[in-house]
């Protein structure tokens, strides 16, 4: 199992990119632990399910987070949920502003908040990217077709590489210590088989009207070799 | 030289060489004369006569930049070169790889690069590329196995250069094809070379391409064709032979023969894939059988 994080504050699209995400996608599992939290009340038994949950995952999920809230330092966590890329939504503060104001969930719409919110994201996600040295893509896309497009890239490299570490994983290789500076310099077979071909070739000639000769064709021959 | 092997070396006479010979020479000249017309062929060997300026096996060229221009230059002749997308549909590239070429092989599934002198129809130098899934599943693994992504590799193969090209034409054609490939996000270019064959080492490794990849067993197939009555052996490479499955006769590498593993080489243009090259291949060589 590994895992993309869809990180930004809330009200930025995060659920919303990741679901409609999934529709070009269906194989690929999300999950957000607020819902978890919604779902177990406690936090507690929430975490415990958080954990089942992503045990039973083999291939990729998509996690929407919070950066700006919670504890300082995520790299345990990251890295024990095999992080492999982090996608920050940034959005305009007027985007974010009118989505919150449309929210019947009641954000805050203070725009000091917002702004210092989003900065905390960004610098937390910085920090992580480049603790674990997986790749920070950050989105300021309004519109919502770009962003997925690029959420789609994302993926498309990180699955990528996922899968030729395992086929890098599998391979059964023979490794041998062949020394080529020995093998420019030691072929007398060859040698001596070229020395007795020349001559008999020079006596050669193609009867057309270009008179290719066929040692000039041999000497063709070795340029493409 | 290839046929040859097919031999137990303690057994190649003077007679089995001069057969060999007269047989190969068969083959060549059935190509050539029932496939390429009269004026083809002149033109396209033209090198090998002393007296075209542009081409010519005696006095040959050297390819410099003049301002922004590729010119082949020398002993006051100037020709402008074009370096360009070869039509892949273009006759002369089944004539290439169909009829010139000493490996009968397949089309290229990839790009096809040509210099020409300015106005020419024909290429006079040309190189196929081919990449991902087009690469041989053993060099894919290999790639792997060095941190390179296949399917942001590609392998060249020299396909053809006419009598008398310009001396230097090899590395400008492959820096043109890495500057290409490079602004289209690719990460390696990888060629294979027979060290049996090579004369010097500057054959296998022109272009940069001077790190080893891997290295296979070298043996060659040969079929039998039939050309004024006599029963001729013609090479087949193992894709054709996959290829068009064929089941018949063939002659193959004497196991007495001892041929230098064909070697794969490469080049990394720009590291995108960020995978690590397997620890154990520091100081060797992977080797396929």
Not at chain 1, 33 to 42: A, H, I, K, Q, S
Not at chain 2, 163 to 185: E, H, Q, W
Request: aromatic letters at 10%; glycine letters at 4%.
């Amino acid at each position: 199992m590994y895992t993309i994080k869809i990180v930004g504050i809330s009200g930025v699209g995060k659920t919303t990119l990741a679901k409609l995400f999934l529709h070009k996608r269906p194989d690929i599992a999300r999950m957000s632990f607020g819902e978890f939290l919604y779902e177990y009340n406690d936090e507690e038994s929430a975490r415990e399910e958080w954990g089942k949950f992503l045990s039973r995952q083999e291939n990729l999920v998509l996690i929407e987070e919070h950066l700006e809230i919670g504890e300082d330092n995520l790299t345990d966590v990251y890295m024990r949920e095999n992080t492999k890329a982090i996608f920050l939504i940034e959005p305009s503060l007027e985007t974010v502003v009118r989505r919150r104001e449309r929210d019947i969930r009641q954000r805050s719409s203070d725009e000091q908040q917002i702004v210092e919110d989003m900065q905390k994201s960004r610098r937390r996600a910085v920090i992580l990217a480049k603790k674990l040295n997986i790749p920070l893509v950050i989105t300021k896309d309004e519109d919502i077709e770009r962003s997925i497009e690029r959420l789609s890239q994302v993926i498309d490299r990180v699955e990528r590489k996922e899968y030729l570490l395992k086929r890098q994983q599998s391979l059964n290789l023979e490794l041998t210590d062949l020394n080529l500076s020995k093998l420019w310099n030691s072929h007398w077979l060859m040698n001596s088989l070229r020395q007795a071909i020349t001559p008999l070739v020079e006596q050669k000639s193609l009867v057309n009207p270009a008179s290719v000769s066929i040692r000039k064709t041999l000497s063709i021959r070795r340029c493409s070799i | 030289m290839f046929y040859l092997t097919t031999f137990d070396p303690g057994s190649i006479t003077q007679q089995v060489i001069s057969d060999a010979v007269d047989e190969q020479y068969l083959i060549v000249q059935d190509r050539l004369l029932n496939a390429v017309s009269s004026d083809e062929l002149a033109y396209i060997f033209r090198g090998l006569k002393k007296f075209y300026p542009d081409l010519n096996s005696t006095y040959r060229l050297k390819l410099i930049w003049k301002n922004t221009k590729l010119v082949a230059v020398g002993e006051g002749r100037e020709f402008e070169v074009e370096f360009k997308k070869v039509e892949t549909e273009d006759k002369i590239i089944t004539l290439f790889t169909e009829v010139l070429h000493y490996v009968h092989q397949e089309r290229s599934q990839g790009d096809i690069f040509g210099f020409y002198f300015k106005g020419d129809r024909y290429p006079w130098a040309v190189e196929t590329c081919e990449s991902g899934q087009f690469i041989r599943p053993y060099k894919q693994d290999a790639l792997i196995a060095h941190g390179i992504d296949p399917e942001r590799a590609v392998e060249i193969t020299r396909l053809y250069a006419l009598p008398g090209s310009p001396l230097n034409f090899v590395s400008v054609m492959d820096s043109f094809i890495r500057k290409y490939y490079k602004a289209n996000g690719m990460e390696a270019l990888l060629t294979c070379t027979m060290p049996s064959y090579s004369k010097s080492r500057s054959t296998t490794t022109s272009g940069g391409l001077d790190k080893v990849l891997c290295a296979k067993q070298l043996k060659h197939s040969f079929i039998p064709k039939e050309i004024k009555g006599r029963q001729c052996w013609m090479m087949a490479t193992k894709r054709w032979l996959e290829e068009n499955q064929y089941q018949g006769e063939m002659r193959h590498t004497h196991r007495f023969f001892t041929l230098f593993p064909k070697v794969d080489v490469f080049t990394t243009i720009q590291h995108r894939t960020t995978l690590n090259p397997l620890p154990g291949l520091n100081g060797n060589v992977i080797f396929f059988k």
